[in-house]
């Protein structure tokens, strides 16, 4: 749980730096290449949780139960994207069908809401130590 707002520091300064590595990362993606618009669907994906996340979290009116609230809403999130990743997997495996753009974002959304969620596990931990 954040409890302070030098871990609000740590994880904001966290998410500045990985929505700049997810920004190189679109810019080498845009190549016109035929992969292309799959890889760029998973990196606006991993754009929207970022982004909305330093939003919430830059607010420096948020309150411990506000904070609360949200990790477990990204938690929520975080489970039924890999339901829903799963479902698709299961479909595209079944109808041989190939990777839609939605399943692409969907995965970026996921991918990055596992990454906030163990970088929350990790400031959190280095106060229990």
Request: aromatic share 6%.
């Amino acid at each position: 749980m954040i409890t302070d707002e030098k871990q609000r520091t740590q994880l904001l300064e966290f998410m500045q730096e990985s929505l700049k590595t997810s920004e190189k990362r679109e810019n080498e993606a845009d190549n016109n290449s035929y992969d292309a618009p799959k890889q760029l669907m998973l990196l606006t994906g991993r754009r929207l949780i970022l982004e909305n996340t330093i939003v919430f979290l830059s607010n420096e009116h948020v309150d411990q139960e506000q904070a609360s609230n949200w990790i477990h809403r990204i938690k929520e999130k975080n489970e039924w994207l890999k339901h829903e990743l799963e479902r698709h997997r299961i479909r595209r495996k079944e109808n041989r069908l190939p990777i839609s753009f939605i399943h692409a974002k969907r995965f970026g959304q996921y991918e990055q809401s596992r990454s906030i969620l163990s970088k929350i596990e990790e400031i959190c931990s280095k106060i229990d130590d």
